[in-house]
């Protein structure tokens, strides 16, 4: 069972690190495409909405990645420790609006560019 335990909590460690702002470098391979496919499917519901549902995805996608690795990191290296969803949910939107409201600033004040698939759809 420990075994497993770690090999569980190493996947949502790697996984979730992939999907978290920490790995800023790989947004372009994970999260943009994941907000961007969020974004289509539900546009036909909300539409006129593609950049806020754009926004909304990403912002999930790095939600994931924050919980997974903190419920991989316990795994890892807690034996017997009781989680706190409420808190771990917390923790994890706190730290990705933080990160969110960071990149749509920088593409606000066009510090940073808009990626060429949003370009087209609409410009900051």
Do not use: C, H
Not at 10 to 26: A, E, K, M, R
Not at 87 to 110: E, H, S
Request: a negative charge; glycine letters at 8%; aromatic letters at 22%.
């Amino acid at each position: 069972m420990n075994l497993f335990k770690k090999s569980k909590g190493s996947f949502l460690v790697g996984f979730g690190y992939l999907l978290s702002p920490l790995s800023w470098w790989n947004d372009l391979f994970f999260n943009l495409p994941i907000a961007y496919g969020f974004a289509y499917l539900f546009n036909w519901i909300f539409a006129d909405a593609f950049i806020i549902l754009t926004v909304i995805g990403y912002w999930l996608s790095n939600i994931i990645g924050i919980l997974m690795m903190q419920w991989g990191t316990f795994d890892l290296f807690f034996e017997d420790r009781e989680s706190n969803f409420k808190r771990d949910v917390l923790l994890g939107l706190a730290g990705a609006t933080i990160y969110t409201v960071a990149v749509v600033v920088l593409l606000y004040f066009n510090i940073i560019d808009t990626p060429d698939f949003l370009v087209a759809i609409y410009r900051f």
